[in-house]
């Protein structure tokens, strides 16, 4: 599979990688959603502030202390993971609709915060991103950055994969089922709602901030809270609870605007017809189709020989 990723680029044209690229990228922000509301059952509406916080604490560690942007974003997603776990401890009490209204604050305070910070940000007007320098290296294609891109969403896919039979994986669908009957287990809800919470915000970052030199230039209404709705429509159509609906569900979403270019008024309306038809008909997504589960289908037992 890893020789197939990286042999890829030879056979495609850029435009094709470029929507790998997003394709990639996008999956890692809802790799984010897939942990924290898919596995732990929080509602979380602040993925577009985490990607917000990758793109921007990177692209201004860069320009203005002069660190490489790969640093920069690292730096910057390990930090977005802490502020992702201080804000699951201070919403401890919450749940449900409220959770969400919460975390929908946190993307409202964080846009304008991005709009009214012109010093630092370049307000309204948005901020240029630097080239992606590694190895000596300017990254700045589809072609090139397909390199980065690609394989940090491989590796954090087969990361949450793992995570899913794991004891935090374990903890985080008892405390999905009831969080009361979590307690009476004896397991820290606090503490691991806070690991949720914080994954999810460095998954986000991750990816805002390796989506950054693939646009080339942030924008603050990118941030919104209508991207949070739309990275959590991506994990409804792919499948919220699966590591694989994140990258069937950003290939449906990144892909189907191109397919549909003949009908780019109704693009809202085929979007919310397809979020309302998963929801009702298939809430499990995308991915409850795939061909790991075709594969998987129940086989004839061969008969048994006796002696």
């Given at each position: 599979?890893?020789?197939?990723?990286?042999?890829?680029?030879?056979?495609?044209a850029?435009?094709?990688?470029?929507?790998l690229?997003l394709?990639?990228?996008?999956?890692?922000?809802?790799?984010g959603?897939?942990?924290?509301?898919?596995?732990?059952?929080?509602?979380s509406?602040?993925?577009?502030?985490?990607?917000?916080?990758g793109?921007?604490?990177?692209?201004?560690?860069a320009v203005?202390?002069?660190?490489?942007?790969?640093?920069?974003?690292?730096?910057?997603?390990l930090?977005?993971?802490?502020?992702?776990?201080?804000?699951?401890?201070?919403?401890?009490?919450?749940?449900?609709h409220?959770?969400?209204?919460?975390t929908?604050?946190?993307?409202?305070?964080?846009?304008?915060a991005?709009?009214?910070?012109d010093?630092?940000?370049?307000g309204?007007a948005?901020?240029?991103?630097?080239?992606?320098?590694?190895?000596?290296?300017?990254l700045?294609?589809?072609?090139?950055?397909?390199?980065?891109?690609?394989?940090?969403?491989?590796?954090f896919?087969?990361?949450?994969e793992?995570?899913?039979?794991?004891?935090?994986?374990?903890?985080?669908?008892?405390?999905?089922?009831?969080?009361?009957a979590?307690?009476?287990?004896?397991?820290?809800?606090?503490?691991?709602?806070?690991?949720?919470?914080?994954?999810?915000?460095?998954?986000?970052?991750?990816?805002?901030?390796?989506?950054a030199?693939?646009?080339?230039?942030?924008?603050?209404?990118?941030?919104?809270?209508?991207?949070?709705?739309?990275?959590?429509?991506?994990?409804?159509?792919?499948?919220?609870?699966?590591?694989l609906?994140?990258?069937?569900?950003?290939?449906?979403?990144?892909?189907?605007?191109?397919?549909?270019?003949?009908f780019?008024?109704y693009?809202?309306?085929?979007?919310?017809?397809?979020l309302?038809?998963?929801?009702?008909l298939?809430?499990n997504g995308?991915?409850s189709?795939?061909?790991?589960?075709?594969?998987?289908w129940?086989?004839?037992?061969?008969?048994?020989l006796?002696p």
């Amino acid at each position: 599979m890893l020789a197939l990723l990286l042999a890829l680029p030879q056979f495609l044209a850029e435009f094709h990688l470029f929507q790998l690229c997003l394709i990639a990228g996008t999956a890692l922000i809802v790799l984010g959603l897939v942990v924290v509301t898919g596995l732990a059952g929080q509602i979380s509406l602040a993925q577009s502030a985490f990607a917000a916080l990758g793109a921007y604490g990177a692209t201004v560690l860069a320009v203005s202390a002069g660190i490489p942007l790969w640093a920069g974003i690292v730096v910057t997603a390990l930090a977005t993971g802490g502020l992702g776990y201080l804000l699951g401890l201070m919403t401890l009490r919450v749940a449900g609709h409220y959770l969400a209204l919460a975390t929908m604050a946190v993307t409202a305070i964080v846009q304008l915060a991005l709009i009214h910070s012109d010093a630092i940000t370049g307000g309204a007007a948005g901020l240029a991103v630097p080239a992606f320098g590694l190895f000596g290296l300017e990254l700045t294609t589809g072609r090139q950055l397909y390199y980065v891109i690609v394989p940090s969403a491989a590796l954090f896919f087969l990361a949450v994969e793992r995570l899913l039979n794991s004891h935090y994986g374990r903890a985080f669908a008892a405390i999905r089922q009831s969080e009361t009957a979590a307690e009476a287990m004896g397991l820290d809800v606090l503490r691991y709602k806070a690991a949720a919470f914080g994954a999810s915000a460095f998954l986000g970052a991750l990816g805002g901030g390796l989506l950054a030199p693939l646009s080339s230039y942030l924008d603050p209404a990118q941030f919104g809270i209508t991207q949070s709705v739309y990275y959590l429509a991506v994990a409804v159509v792919g499948g919220m609870a699966s590591p694989l609906g994140a990258i069937v569900g950003s290939a449906v979403f990144v892909l189907l605007p191109d397919l549909l270019q003949g009908f780019q008024t109704y693009l809202g309306l085929v979007f919310a017809l397809l979020l309302l038809g998963f929801i009702v008909l298939r809430p499990n997504g995308l991915a409850s189709l795939s061909i790991a589960r075709l594969w998987s289908w129940p086989r004839r037992a061969k008969p048994e020989l006796t002696p």
